[in-house]
């Protein structure tokens, strides 16, 4: 299976980046340098809330109703005249959904990183959150998915696609809860500039190497 950044590459990927970017005014390089952060921590925020019944049948009811993927089917017409309002509406309600109170700590870490500005960054955000519900709607069809094991094995095998493989994926889980809490996204901001708890080490580091500096 490929992974989530093979997305970015890919010609959704493309069409994304250049919308997002005409969208929000950014340069299509730091777009794309936030989108390639950013996509694998939602991933993994949402493989965090589907790892209860209820969750992976919150995300599954989703995934096969509102983003069942047509998004997709018409990335032009979407970002043709500047993204619908209703579009930025729903990201942020998934945004909410799956970072909760960390949304704006997850913003800023972005911010910082990339040298986009965090009001932009949530613009970027907000945009990307449908399209990727869409593209994991898709999945789950290919893949026939339709029980809480299954979405929680097409989230791993997406976060685990990648470059890095399982190392990425043991990254993503510790980057969602650097203290063990149980809390989504804790130390966020920490874990991506490289400060992070002297308890997790290079993780910082190990992130910036995955994300590019």
Do not use: C, W, Y
């Not at 040298?115 to 290919?142: E, R």
């Not at 804790?186 to 002297?198: E, F, N, P, Q, Y």
């Amino acid at each position: 299976m490929s992974g989530i950044l093979d997305l970015i590459s890919g010609p959704i990927g493309q069409q994304l980046i250049s919308g997002v970017a005409q969208q929000t005014g950014q340069s299509s390089d730091k777009t794309s340098s936030v989108l390639t952060m950013a996509l694998p921590v939602l991933m993994g925020a949402m493989k965090r809330n589907a790892s209860t019944p209820e969750g992976a049948q919150g995300l599954l009811n989703a995934l096969s109703n509102k983003h069942n993927g047509s998004v997709l089917d018409n990335l032009g017409g979407l970002f043709g005249g500047g993204v619908d309002q209703s579009v930025m509406d729903d990201g942020a309600g998934i945004l909410g959904h799956i970072l909760g109170s960390k949304q704006p700590q997850v913003e800023n870490a972005l911010s910082q990183k990339s040298g986009i500005d965090a009001g932009s960054v949530g613009s970027i955000l907000k945009v990307a959150a449908p399209i990727l519900m869409g593209f994991l709607g898709k999945q789950t069809q290919q893949n026939n998915v339709s029980d809480a094991n299954g979405i929680g094995d097409l989230l791993g095998g997406l976060l685990g696609g990648n470059a890095g493989g399982g190392q990425q994926q043991s990254l993503i889980e510790s980057f969602l809860d650097s203290d063990g809490d149980g809390s989504i996204l804790d130390d966020v901001a920490g874990m991506v500039l490289g400060g992070g708890k002297s308890s997790q080490g290079g993780l910082g580091g190990l992130l910036g190497g995955l994300f590019g500096k």
